[in-house]
Structures are given as structure tokens and as C-alpha cells.
């Protein structure tokens, strides 16, 4: 029953439990007393699930109807049946949780106090067939449309309406299976989409007579109250009179309410940002200023060649961009310490425990940890914060690499001067120590992801860069075998550079500890999902593990609440990078907002994203090129839905699931323009291509080439609104959304973003 209450609200309507279960002990007072006054049920003493409830739902209690027997509690609608307990179908199962049996035989009277209150609230619907009809969804996919939360809260507002057929919400998704009936489905999807295609969009003209009329309506009332004599008159005062009560009743009202709602009261409720300061912002101008151009950070050579040739594939006239300007003059160690020496082999630290590096000893808190420093970089989606990072660690571990080099060439060099002056054989000088090579599978450097699709792409940009800068770096995804791990791993040359998911690292690493003892450095991209609850735990093990870091980087274009706060309880010293733009969505991102409840889309989401996309295809944006389209949806089971509509509605359309290939799905999306393949016959199918996903592309992910999103249902926060936002517009390009909106989207919220976004304010 408290459930029932809770989705009889909105999600974010919390209702305090005292204040709850007081109404609910009222109304469970006189629900008792009507119930006790027609002397056919006991109620238990103490029944405290049935507390919180309306008291204006047990006034309305029909008198005289209640009949505890199941059988005589059937009742044509389905709804009512199964409320009530009534004997087979729904209605049975759903009372076999009470522990009685009603499969059909005669079961004891017995206190069904949840069922009598749910029967009150979901009285048997009172409209005609044709306002039933109407009523039903147009398609099968309009039933899976919702999230999770809203579906529950449909299934108690709409009770399920008989078509006339005996077509209930269950039976008609099971006849969709049904052959014909899918390809009569299919045609009229289709001609509902021909049909609002080629109708015109209504115009400001269109609606003045609608205007008018309500202006006429409203003026009308009054003339025709003031005609009516006498007797009108009398009313008129009276009205005056109670309005007049009212007024003076609110102005008393108005001391003691709530203040109104702020502007952003919808956004402050969902969004918990992290606040970007005014000193932030003068930091990061100022650095933008003096750092204009790559050559001015004092990058190594094949560093800047890398860039310009490999990075940016040969792009001109590039400069840095402002989290660059910001990041790579901090991050950058022009003099690195030389990297550790290869350290004792396992056996040689088992003879000595007191060896600085035992771990054991550094888990049992008898050796203090190496202190590093932390960073936080904090910059918009799209603005090149993956460069940001990756160039001054590769140029660093590049310095380290030529000072190792130049001081074992020194060494040598000493070594063959003394064999001259000494005129000795080689052989007389004492040898090292043959020991096992430890540095084997110590890279320097770990970059953590939350996918394996960012791993690729990350993954990728390094390969790149190092084929001129000339360092070794690796991919460990689950898409690889453990041999081919094994032998990137621990070949005979150590990967200088590791990127991977927490997950995969924190199994290798938990299985030898030691392998992160050479790591200088650890870089948390998408820092706020890697300290989430879900990551957290894999991630943090993963950076006590490298006893010798000396830099913790985390990256994320947003900053909420829960990761301020993570970061000043574990890493007080923290630097933050953090860009005047965070958490403003571009303006170069175009938001409108689409209301599938008007007359042209019934409330039929899948029908209003196939005819955004048929005018994207008409557009003439991108001529010549393939548009492509990302279809944001919040629940995974939706993604099957909405891409089975488009596609039978003949657009070319894919999602990414478990079972499909991501990496190659996500390629046609990430790489450069293709040309339009469309003719007149297949217009939709070569002039568009939609990826229809879940969060999943929407952190990272670089669609740089993506020009439209459509959000199809409203994202839950300001953050998930700001990443899917941030697949389109990216580096300065310029991008288009559409939100879908219908009776159970937050439309204030919506609002809100629009405004904020319009006016090129940070979402809150
Ligand atoms: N200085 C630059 N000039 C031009 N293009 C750049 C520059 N720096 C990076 N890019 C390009 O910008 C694109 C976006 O970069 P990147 O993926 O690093 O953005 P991001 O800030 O990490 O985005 P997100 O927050 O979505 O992960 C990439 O294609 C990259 O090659």
C-alpha cells in the first residue's frame, strides 16, 4: 500500500512518513467505522501496511457494496477483479499472495483491506467505447515507451481498457506476434508517419483563431452572469463576497507558506553539480592567453610532430584549446626524476621482508605511502581533455626515457674509459648481479576507462602518437583472450602505457601486486563514474596499489556532488583544472522540445522520433553526406523497441546491445563523413544513420561527426543531460537536439535546462 502511494506521486514528491501515516490513521479510522457500520468484516487491530492512504479515497467509499466473498466481488473490469481478488485470471494469482486459496472454490471472508482500498481507488472506468477506443495506444511499442518508473506509475493511472475485442494491455502485445497482424501494423506506422510528413506545421497563424475563441470565451462569461436580472445580480454578489474571502484567506496563507519556487527549482532538485567558482574561471582565461599555440609549452620535438601529423590528422592552423592551455604547462615535468631501478626480484624480497617495497608490509601499515600529487581536470564535453592529458604524460615518460638512456651511455662511457686507462680485460671488472628481470609488466603509466569502447578509442590515439614519440603502449579490454593479454603484458619489452577498464586491471593487478610498483602515473578518465558506487570499488584498490605514484589524474567533463566530496575527504591536496564553460552546454547546441502528447504524435514517442528523423533526412543540412542521428534512451530494454520501430519504418537504423559488435557500431559513428548512398527509392536508408543507445555511447564517446541527438526520454539528471547533450557540437562544431517530452516527463525541468542552455549558464 505504501507503494501505491508512492507512485500515486511524482517520483521526486517525497511525502514525510509521519505526516503519512497520520492521514492514513484517520482513514483507516473511518474506514473502519463504515466497514464496522455495515457489520461484514473485522478488521485486525494494528494493520499498519494500510496507513498510508487518502482520507478523500475512503469518503468516497461506495456504501453498502462491500461483499468480502471473491466470487460476488467480480466485476466486468479486469482491473476491478484482480483489486477485489476475484476468483481466476490475474485477479486469482495476484490473491494467492495472501495465503488463500480463491483458485476458484469458496474461500473464508478474511480481512482484505488493501484490496477494498485498491478497489475504491481504481473504480471501473465509466467511459463510453468510442472514448475507450480512443484511449487505446496506437501501437505495440507505445507500452514499452516508458521507463521503469513511469510504467509502474501508467499501469495504476490508465486502468486496462477493453477494446471492445476483449483486447486488454496483455492480450494485445501478445496478438502483435501474430504474422498479419504485424505487417498491418507495420503499413500503418508508416502511414502515420506519410500522413504527418505531408501535413503542414501548425503556424502562428494557424492557432490565432484558437486564441481568439478562448479570448472570446473568457470575455463572454461575465456578460452573460451581468444579463441575467436580478437573480444573477444576487450571485454576483455572492461571488464577490467568496472571492473576497479567499483573497484575504491566501494573503493569511501567504505568511506562513513556502516561498515561491526560484527559477531553477526543478533543476536544483534533479541536478547535483558541483559549483564552478568566479577565481576558476579568471584562472582559466588568463592561461588560455599566455599558452596560444601547441609550441608554446615547450613540448618535445617528436611530441609536437606527433600531434600535428598523427593527433589532429594533419588538421592546420590548430591551437590549444582552453582545458589544454590550462593542463598541459601543469602536468608537464620538464626535468622527471629517472625511473626506478628494476626492482628485487620476488624471491630476493621474500629473503629480505624489510625490502622498502614489500607490499605485505605496506597493507599491515608498517611503511608509510609514497606521497603523489592529485589533479583534477574539469572541462566541457568535446574540448579535448583525453590531449590534455595524454601529451604531457607521454612527453614526461618520453624526458625519463632519454635521461635513463643519456645516463647509462655516461656510465658506459666511464666504464670503457677506466678499461683504457687500466688497460685491463673486461672480464677483471666485477659483474652485476644476474638477477630476474623485474621490470617486466611494470608499465609506467595506467589510464583507467569506464568501457571497453573508450578503451579502444583512447587506446587508439596513443598508438598514434606513439609511433613517432616511440613508446610502447597497450589496450587490456575483455574483447582479448588471456593470451593475448598475457603476451602484451609481459613480453619481453614492458608496455610503457597500460589503458583498460577497472575492471580488467583491478583482476590483473589483485593477482600480482607488484605490477604497479614501476607506475609514476594513474589517470581516472571519467572520473565521476569511476568513483561512483558502482566503480569505486575496483578503482581505489587499483591506485593503493602503485606504492610508488607519483601522480593521481582525474578526468571528467562534470563534477557532481558525490565526487567534490570524495575528493576533499581522500585527497585534500587535490589541484583542480577546471575550465570557466563546465557544465554549460554549448550554444552552439540548438535544444527544442518535442510534445508527443499533441494531436499529431497521440503520445506515440516512437512515431515522433520516425518523423524527426524524416525531416532531418529532408533538411538541408550536411548535403552530399550521410546524416547521422543518436538516439538517446534511459532503459536498455527500449533500445530494442525504438529500433525495431525505425527500422521497419525503413530507416537505417542499429543499436548497441550485449550480442553486437559495439566497437564496429560505434566506428561508423566516430569516424569521418560518409557520402550519401541515398536514391529516390531508399532515401531514408542511405541518407540516414541512427545509433539508438543507452548512456552507454554517452560518456567519451567521440561523435564528432554527429550532428543531431534525440533524446527520447528526458534524462534523469543535469549530468546525464549534459553528456548525451555533448555527443553533438563537438570542438566548436555546431549541433541539433530535440527533447521528447509527454505526461510523464518533467516538463518544468526541461524548461529549465532550455533556459539555462539558451542563456550559456553551467547546469546546476
Ligand atoms: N586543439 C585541438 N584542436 C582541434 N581539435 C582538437 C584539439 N584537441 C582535441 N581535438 C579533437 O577534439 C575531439 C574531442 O576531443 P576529446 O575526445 O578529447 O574531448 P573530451 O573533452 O574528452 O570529450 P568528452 O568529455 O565527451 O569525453 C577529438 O576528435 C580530438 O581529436
Same mark, same amino acid.
Given at each position: 500500500?505504501?507503494?501505491?502511494?508512492?507512485?500515486?506521486?511524482?517520483?521526486?514528491?517525497? $511525502?514525510?512518513?509521519?505526516?503519512?501515516?497520520?492521514?492514513?490513521?484517520?482513514?483507516?479510522?473511518?474506514?473502519?467505522?463504515?466497514?464496522?457500520?455495515?457489520?461484514?468484516?473485522?478488521? %485486525?487491530?494494528?494493520?499498519?501496511?494500510?496507513?498510508?492512504?487518502?482520507?478523500?479515497?475512503?469518503?468516497?467509499?461506495?456504501?453498502?457494496?462491500?461483499?468480502?466473498?471473491?466470487?460476488?466481488?467480480?466485476?466486468?473490469?479486469?482491473?476491478?477483479?484482480?483489486?477485489?481478488?476475484?476468483?481466476?485470471?490475474?485477479?486469482?494469482?495476484?490473491?494467492?499472495?495472501?495465503?488463500?486459496?480463491?483458485?476458484?472454490?469458496?474461500?473464508?471472508?478474511?480481512?482484505?483491506?488493501?484490496?477494498?482500498?485498491?478497489?475504491? $481507488?481504481?473504480?471501473?472506468?465509466?467511459?463510453?467505447?468510442?472514448?475507450?477506443?480512443?484511449?487505446?495506444?496506437?501501437? !505495440?511499442?507505445?507500452?514499452?515507451?516508458?521507463?521503469?518508473?513511469?510504467?509502474?506509475?501508467?499501469?495504476?493511472?490508465?486502468?486496462?481498457?477493453?477494446?471492445? /475485442?476483449?483486447?486488454?494491455?496483455?492480450?494485445?502485445?501478445?496478438?502483435?506476434?501474430?504474422?498479419?497482424?504485424?505487417?498491418?501494423?507495420?503499413?500503418?506506422?508508416?502511414?502515420?508517419?506519410?500522413?504527418?510528413?505531408?501535413?503542414?506545421?501548425?503556424?502562428?497563424?494557424?492557432?490565432?483563431?484558437?486564441?481568439?475563441?478562448?479570448?472570446?470565451?473568457?470575455?463572454?462569461?461575465?456578460?452573460?452572469?451581468?444579463?441575467?436580472?436580478?437573480?444573477?445580480?444576487?450571485?454576483?454578489?455572492?461571488?464577490?463576497? +467568496?472571492?473576497?474571502?479567499?483573497?484575504?484567506?491566501?494573503?493569511?496563507?501567504?505568511?506562513?507558506?513556502?516561498?515561491?519556487?526560484?527559477?531553477?527549482?526543478?533543476?536544483?532538485?534533479?541536478?547535483?553539480?558541483?559549483?564552478?567558482?568566479?577565481?576558476?574561471?579568471?584562472?582559466?582565461?588568463?592561461?588560455?592567453?599566455?599558452?596560444?599555440?601547441?609550441?608554446?609549452?615547450?613540448?618535445?620535438?617528436?611530441?609536437?610532430? +606527433?600531434?600535428?601529423?598523427?593527433?589532429?590528422?594533419?588538421?592546420?592552423g590548430v591551437t590549444p584549446t582552453p582545458v589544454q592551455s590550462l593542463v598541459? %604547462?601543469?602536468?608537464?615535468?620538464?626535468?622527471?626524476?629517472?625511473?626506478?631501478?628494476?626492482?628485487?626480484?620476488?624471491?630476493?624480497?621474500?629473503?629480505?621482508?624489510?625490502?622498502?617495497?614489500?607490499?605485505?608490509?605496506?597493507?599491515?601499515?608498517?611503511?608509510?605511502?609514497?606521497?603523489?600529487?592529485?589533479?583534477?581536470?574539469?572541462?566541457?564535453?568535446?574540448?579535448?581533455?583525453?590531449?590534455?592529458?595524454?601529451?604531457?604524460?607521454?612527453?614526461?615518460?618520453?624526458?625519463?626515457?632519454?635521461?635513463?638512456?643519456?645516463?647509462?651511455?655516461a656510465e658506459e662511457s666511464k666504464h670503457s674509459e677506466i678499461l683504457e686507462?687500466?688497460?685491463?680485460?673486461?672480464?677483471?671488472?666485477?659483474?652485476?648481479?644476474?638477477?630476474?628481470?623485474?621490470?617486466?609488466?611494470?608499465?609506467?603509466?595506467? @589510464?583507467?576507462?569506464?568501457?571497453?569502447?573508450?578503451?579502444?578509442?583512447?587506446?587508439?590515439?596513443?598508438?598514434?602518437?606513439?609511433? @613517432?614519440?616511440?613508446?610502447?603502449?597497450?589496450?587490456?579490454?575483455?574483447?582479448?583472450?588471456?593470451?593475448?593479454?598475457?603476451?602484451?603484458?609481459?613480453?619481453?619489452?614492458?608496455?610503457?602505457?597500460?589503458? /583498460?577498464?577497472?575492471?580488467?586491471?583491478?583482476?590483473?593487478?589483485?593477482?600480482?601486486?607488484?605490477?604497479?610498483?614501476?607506475?609514476?602515473?594513474?589517470?581516472?578518465?571519467?572520473?565521476?563514474?569511476?568513483?561512483?558506487?558502482?566503480?569505486?570499488?575496483?578503482?581505489? !584498490?587499483?591506485?593503493?596499489?602503485?606504492?610508488?605514484?607519483?601522480?593521481?589524474?582525474?578526468?571528467?567533463?562534470?563534477?557532481?556532488?558525490?565526487?567534490?566530496?570524495? @575528493?576533499?575527504?581522500?585527497?585534500?591536496?587535490?589541484?583542480?583544472?577546471?575550465?570557466?564553460?563546465?557544465?554549460?552546454?554549448?550554444?552552439?547546441?540548438?535544444?527544442?522540445?518535442?510534445? $508527443?502528447?499533441?494531436?499529431?504524435?497521440?503520445?506515440?514517442?516512437?512515431?515522433?522520433?520516425?518523423?524527426?528523423?524524416?525531416?532531418?533526412?529532408?533538411?538541408?543540412?550536411?548535403?552530399?553526406?550521410?546524416?547521422?542521428?543518436?538516439?538517446? $534512451?534511459?532503459?536498455?530494454?527500449?533500445?530494442?523497441?525504438?529500433?525495431?520501430?525505425?527500422?521497419?519504418?525503413?530507416?537505417?537504423?542499429?543499436? @548497441?546491445?550485449?550480442?553486437?559488435?559495439?566497437?564496429?557500431?560505434?566506428?561508423?559513428?566516430? /569516424?569521418?563523413?560518409?557520402?550519401?548512398?541515398?536514391?529516390?527509392?531508399?532515401?531514408?536508408?542511405?541518407?540516414?544513420?541512427?545509433?539508438?543507445?543507452?548512456?552507454? +555511447?554517452?560518456?567519451?564517446?567521440?561523435?564528432?561527426?554527429?550532428?543531431?541527438?534525440?533524446?527520447?526520454?528526458?534524462?534523469?539528471?543535469?549530468?546525464?543531460?549534459?553528456?548525451?547533450?555533448?555527443?553533438?557540437?563537438?570542438? /566548436?562544431?555546431?549541433?541539433?537536439?530535440?527533447?521528447?517530452?509527454?505526461?510523464?516527463?518533467?516538463?518544468?525541468?526541461?524548461?529549465?535546462?532550455?533556459?539555462?542552455?539558451?542563456?550559456?549558464?553551467?547546469?546546476?
Amino acid at each position: 500500500m505504501s507503494s501505491l502511494i508512492q507512485r500515486s506521486r511524482p517520483s521526486n514528491f517525497l $511525502v514525510p512518513q509521519t505526516a503519512a501515516n497520520s492521514v492514513c490513521i484517520s482513514c483507516l479510522a473511518r474506514l473502519r467505522q463504515q466497514l464496522h457500520s455495515q457489520s461484514q468484516l473485522q478488521l %485486525p487491530g494494528n494493520h499498519a501496511t494500510a496507513a498510508p492512504f487518502h482520507s478523500s479515497a475512503v469518503a468516497s467509499l461506495p456504501q453498502g457494496k462491500w461483499n468480502p466473498s471473491p466470487s460476488s466481488s467480480s466485476r466486468s473490469n479486469s482491473h476491478s477483479r484482480s483489486a477485489a481478488g476475484g476468483s481466476g485470471g490475474r485477479g486469482g494469482g495476484r490473491s494467492g499472495g495472501y495465503g488463500g486459496n480463491t483458485s476458484g472454490g469458496r474461500s473464508k471472508p478474511q480481512f482484505q483491506g488493501h484490496r477494498a482500498l485498491k478497489s475504491i $481507488v481504481h473504480k471501473p472506468s465509466r467511459m463510453t467505447l468510442s472514448e475507450k477506443v480512443a484511449r487505446t495506444p496506437r501501437s !505495440p511499442s507505445t507500452f514499452v515507451q516508458r521507463d521503469k518508473r513511469s510504467k509502474s506509475f501508467d499501469r495504476r493511472q490508465e486502468p486496462t481498457v477493453d477494446t471492445g /475485442g476483449g483486447m486488454n494491455r496483455r492480450n494485445f502485445k501478445l496478438r502483435s506476434d501474430d504474422k498479419s497482424q504485424y505487417s498491418r501494423e507495420t503499413e500503418r506506422r508508416k502511414r502515420d508517419l506519410r500522413e504527418i510528413t505531408s501535413r503542414p506545421s501548425p503556424s502562428r497563424f494557424q492557432q490565432r483563431p484558437a486564441l481568439e475563441l478562448r479570448s472570446e470565451r473568457r470575455s463572454s462569461t461575465p456578460k452573460l452572469a451581468t444579463n441575467d436580472g436580478t437573480a444573477a445580480g444576487g450571485e454576483k454578489a455572492e461571488r464577490r463576497l +467568496a472571492a473576497a474571502k479567499l483573497d484575504a484567506a491566501t494573503a493569511e496563507d501567504k505568511k506562513y507558506t513556502r516561498p515561491p519556487i526560484r527559477r531553477f527549482g526543478q533543476m536544483k532538485h534533479i541536478a547535483s553539480l558541483d559549483h564552478v567558482s568566479s577565481r576558476t574561471r579568471e584562472i582559466t582565461h588568463a592561461a588560455e592567453e599566455q599558452f596560444n599555440s601547441f609550441e608554446t609549452f615547450d613540448l618535445l620535438p617528436q611530441t609536437v610532430e +606527433a600531434l600535428y601529423k598523427d593527433a589532429l590528422d594533419g588538421m592546420e592552423g590548430v591551437t590549444p584549446t582552453p582545458v589544454q592551455s590550462l593542463v598541459i %604547462p601543469t602536468l608537464l615535468d620538464k626535468s622527471p626524476a629517472p625511473p626506478l631501478k628494476a626492482l628485487p626480484s620476488e624471491q630476493s624480497r621474500h629473503r629480505n621482508p624489510k625490502d622498502p617495497l614489500d607490499p605485505e608490509q605496506f597493507y599491515r601499515g608498517e611503511q608509510p605511502r609514497k606521497s603523489f600529487k592529485t589533479y583534477l581536470i574539469a572541462a566541457e564535453t568535446g574540448s579535448g581533455k583525453t590531449l590534455s592529458y595524454v601529451l604531457p604524460l607521454m612527453d614526461t615518460l618520453k624526458r625519463r626515457e632519454l635521461l635513463q638512456k643519456s645516463v647509462a651511455n655516461a656510465e658506459e662511457s666511464k666504464h670503457s674509459e677506466i678499461l683504457e686507462q687500466k688497460g685491463r680485460w673486461m672480464f677483471d671488472i666485477p659483474a652485476p648481479p644476474v638477477t630476474q628481470d623485474t621490470t617486466v609488466g611494470k608499465p609506467f603509466a595506467v @589510464i583507467l576507462v569506464p568501457t571497453s569502447e573508450l578503451v579502444f578509442q583512447v587506446g587508439a590515439l596513443l598508438k598514434k602518437l606513439s609511433f @613517432i614519440i616511440k613508446l610502447r603502449t597497450e589496450m587490456i579490454s575483455k574483447d582479448f583472450s588471456g593470451n593475448v593479454i598475457r603476451s602484451r603484458l609481459f613480453k619481453s619489452s614492458t608496455p610503457d602505457i597500460i589503458v /583498460g577498464t577497472p575492471f580488467m586491471i583491478d583482476r590483473i593487478t589483485e593477482a600480482n601486486p607488484s605490477m604497479l610498483h614501476r607506475t609514476s602515473h594513474i589517470i581516472v578518465d571519467e572520473a565521476d563514474s569511476l568513483f561512483d558506487r558502482s566503480f569505486s570499488t575496483l578503482t581505489a !584498490p587499483i591506485i593503493s596499489r602503485a606504492l610508488n605514484l607519483e601522480k593521481l589524474i582525474l578526468c571528467s567533463a562534470t563534477i557532481p556532488k558525490s565526487l567534490d566530496a570524495y @575528493i576533499a575527504k581522500n585527497y585534500p591536496d587535490c589541484k583542480r583544472l577546471v575550465t570557466a564553460n563546465l557544465h554549460a552546454v554549448p550554444r552552439r547546441i540548438q535544444l527544442q522540445v518535442v510534445d $508527443v502528447m499533441k494531436d499529431r504524435y497521440k503520445g506515440n514517442k516512437s512515431l515522433a522520433c520516425a518523423h524527426l528523423c524524416q525531416q532531418i533526412v529532408n533538411d538541408s543540412t550536411e548535403p552530399g553526406f550521410a546524416k547521422r542521428v543518436v538516439v538517446f $534512451v534511459n532503459e536498455r530494454e527500449t533500445t530494442e523497441e525504438v529500433t525495431k520501430y525505425l527500422q521497419e519504418t525503413g530507416f537505417n537504423a542499429v543499436s @548497441i546491445n550485449r550480442d553486437s559488435d559495439s566497437r564496429k557500431i560505434l566506428e561508423s559513428f566516430t /569516424g569521418e563523413k560518409e557520402a550519401s548512398t541515398a536514391d529516390w527509392d531508399g532515401i531514408r536508408k542511405g541518407g540516414i544513420k541512427i545509433l539508438v543507445t543507452t548512456d552507454l +555511447a554517452s560518456r567519451g564517446v567521440d561523435t564528432k561527426n554527429v550532428k543531431n541527438v534525440i533524446l527520447y526520454d528526458v534524462p534523469y539528471t543535469s549530468i546525464d543531460f549534459i553528456h548525451r547533450l555533448g555527443r553533438t557540437g563537438r570542438m /566548436g562544431r555546431r549541433g541539433r537536439a530535440w527533447v521528447l517530452v509527454d505526461k510523464d516527463s518533467n516538463q518544468e525541468y526541461v524548461k529549465e535546462v532550455r533556459k539555462t542552455m539558451f542563456l550559456g549558464q553551467a547546469l546546476i
